[in-house]
């Protein structure tokens, strides 16, 4: 599975952004797909993860990000509301077979897309 990450840039305080997190090779049907998020001198953080039937997000972003998938496009996607300045990271996707906020788990990674929240 090949993932392509997009859809990052720059953005005010209490704004929003979607990324996408695009799939080609295979189906992400039958994985579980997550967002991680990592920002300068941090470790990589859990965002959120999706499968066919269950939804999962850390506390920090619960209520204002929104995890999505259209399988049709074999897509997953991130939509983030009410934009923090402490959300600003380079933001990843990966996919595995464990359902699991460890990114040791996920075998397979897309290149980041940076986010920036202005204050």
């Known amino acids: 599975v090949q993932l392509q990450a997009s859809g990052g840039g720059l953005v005010q305080t209490g704004g929003s952004l979607r990324v996408s997190c695009a799939a080609s090779?295979?189906?992400?049907?039958?994985?579980?797909v997550a967002w991680f998020r990592q920002a300068p001198g941090k470790e990589r953080e859990f965002v959120a993860r999706i499968t066919s039937t269950s939804i999962a997000y850390a506390d920090s972003v619960k209520g204002r990000f929104t995890i999505s998938r259209d399988n049709a496009k074999n897509t997953v996607y991130l939509q983030m509301n009410s934009l923090k300045p402490e959300d600003t990271a380079v933001y990843s996707c990966?996919?595995?077979?464990?359902?699991?906020?460890?990114?040791?788990?996920?075998?397979?990674w897309g290149q980041g897309t940076q986010v920036t929240v202005s204050s």
């Open positions: 090779g295979r189906s992400v049907r039958g994985y579980v």
């Open positions: 990966a996919a595995g077979q464990m359902y699991t906020d460890d990114p040791k788990w996920y075998d397979y």
